[in-house]
């Protein structure tokens, strides 16, 4: 299993930055190698909306509303994936989730709060 543990949410002004990370401390680190850790954010009343994913390769994939604003990064040998927001925007006010996934397998944590406001 790749139990995934979100933190880095705060309140930040419109324009600022923060940094996500998603942490899989317990899991194998050739497991986690096998995952393709992914960001999603919701807000109430709509459903969870990709963000960015990045694979054991590191290859990346970005939705296009956060191309430029948002990067996705990854440690393997510590099991965490990064997820750098800047010129954050009062829209991006979401519940940031990470999801872990393989073929048959996926894991999502419990979310972290980003509210952007000033």
């Known amino acids: 299993q790749v139990q995934v543990v979100e933190s880095g949410g705060g309140l930040v002004q419109p324009g600022g930055s923060l940094r996500l990370t998603c942490a899989s401390p317990?899991?194998?680190?050739?497991?986690?190698?096998?995952?393709?850790i992914a960001w999603y954010r919701q807000t109430p009343g709509n459903q969870r909306a990709f963000i960015a994913s990045?694979?054991?390769?590191?290859?990346?994939n970005y939705a296009d509303f956060v191309k430029g604003r948002f990067t996705i990064s990854r440690d393997n040998s510590n099991k965490k994936t990064y997820l750098y927001m800047n010129n954050l925007e009062s829209e991006d006010t979401a519940i940031y989730y990470c999801?872990?996934?393989?073929?048959?397998?996926?894991?999502w944590g419990q979310g972290t709060q980003v509210t952007v406001s000033s």
């Open positions: 317990r899991a194998i680190t050739s497991v986690y190698n096998q995952y393709t």
């Open positions: 990045i694979t054991a390769r590191r290859d990346t």
């Open positions: 999801n872990a996934a393989r073929e048959g397998a996926s894991y």
